[in-house]
């Protein structure tokens, strides 16, 4: 089986603890996403990244830091500077976006609660 | 300053009718408009797209308008049914911008039987 997953499905912390996001895809796809989403709203971009070692800041990455050492991986860690944490996490790849396509394609999500 | 706006939050539709979900925008930059589905505590899911050189995009039940001097894009679905229920988001993308995707809020879908 393939494509994106993210693991866990549900997670629990502690207010004042930084916690990590797994992101891994199989596509061999270079660019990836991280994005939020709160009821009632619409995804917020909090990171991407369309190159190995390389990432750029998106509307909402404070509190939050990234990396991608692999290809494969874009783990995204929710510091304790993150002041409303609680949400629900989503990871996507972009196909082929130097040929004017833009849809990007989502893992199963992460629901990060935090008390 | 919301730059892709649905300002239906819900909208209720009759199961073998069409719904019409509307999304505007403010940028004319943007090129390109996706609609996703989203079921609860699951990743959206990409049903179609339209690139600003074309006006009507067609894919089995799903059809996407876009009025560029209008700044407007709608997604019908014909015939309704009742695995449409979800949430429907707008998404849209402006050359040159990295292929960021800006979204609009989102409008839920209740497909009555």
């Known amino acids: 089986d393939g494509g994106i997953t993210q693991s866990p499905k549900y997670l629990f912390r502690k207010e004042g603890q930084n916690v990590t996001l797994s992101c891994e895809q199989n596509?061999?796809?270079?660019?990836m996403y991280w994005y939020r989403q709160d009821p009632g709203q619409g995804l917020r971009l909090i990171y991407y990244?369309?190159?190995?070692?390389?990432?750029q800041k998106g509307d909402i990455a404070e509190g939050y830091s990234v990396s991608r050492e692999k290809k494969e991986s874009f783990p995204l860690t929710v510091t304790s500077a993150q002041k409303n944490p609680t949400a629900f996490y989503l990871c996507?790849?972009?196909?082929?976006?130097?040929?004017?396509?833009?849809?990007?394609?989502f893992g199963p999500g992460t629901r990060l609660t935090v008390t | 300053d919301q730059q892709v706006k649905q300002n239906s939050p819900s909208l209720s539709v009759q199961e073998g009718r069409i719904s019409i979900l509307n999304c505007d925008y403010t940028?004319?930059?943007?090129?390109?408009f996706l609609w996703y589905k989203k079921y609860p505590a699951e990743g959206p899911t990409f049903l179609i797209s339209i690139s600003s050189i074309k006006d009507k995009n067609e894919d089995g039940r799903f059809t996407v308008f876009l009025n560029k001097s209008a700044k407007h894009l709608s997604l019908h679905i014909v015939p309704s049914q009742p695995g449409d229920s979800a949430v429907y988001f707008c998404a849209a993308s402006a050359r040159g911008s990295n292929y960021q995707l800006i979204w609009g809020a989102g409008t839920k879908l209740i497909i009555k039987p």
């Open positions: 990244s369309q190159i190995v070692n390389d990432f």
């Open positions: 996507a790849i972009s196909i082929d976006p130097g040929n004017n396509r833009y849809e990007q394609y």
């Open positions: 940028n004319s930059m943007f090129d390109y």
């Open positions: 596509l061999n796809h270079d660019a």
